[in-house]
């Protein structure tokens, strides 16, 4: 009984990490975002391996169209914690962050 509580949890775990990379993938779309740019160094990245596997990254900054709400940027940054996210009509991104 134990094992099949310790195998169920795991994959409970293994889905919920799952649904986190999807939702982030859905919104790193080129349609909804001018720029995006990611730190790939998987060591120093603070994502949890089992993301990694999914095809999750630690994003820097992503810089959407100047038109986006308020809604939509708290929506990035809630779904994208350790980005900066910017609204730009061109690539402005990196001086948001003091890099040029």
Request: hydrophobic share 45%.
């Amino acid at each position: 009984m134990i094992v099949v509580t310790v195998l169920a949890a795991a994959c409970g775990y293994v889905a919920h990490e799952y649904r986190v990379v999807r939702e982030r993938m859905e919104f790193v779309n080129p349609r909804q975002i001018r720029r995006v740019d990611f730190f790939d160094d998987s060591h120093l990245d603070g994502i949890p391996w089992i993301r990694r596997w999914f095809g999750d990254r630690r994003y820097l900054v992503i810089a959407v169209g100047d038109n986006a709400s308020q809604d939509k940027l708290d929506e990035y940054r809630s779904i994208y914690p350790e980005a900066v996210i910017v609204r730009s009509a061109e690539d402005k991104a990196f001086k948001a962050i003091g890099a040029e």
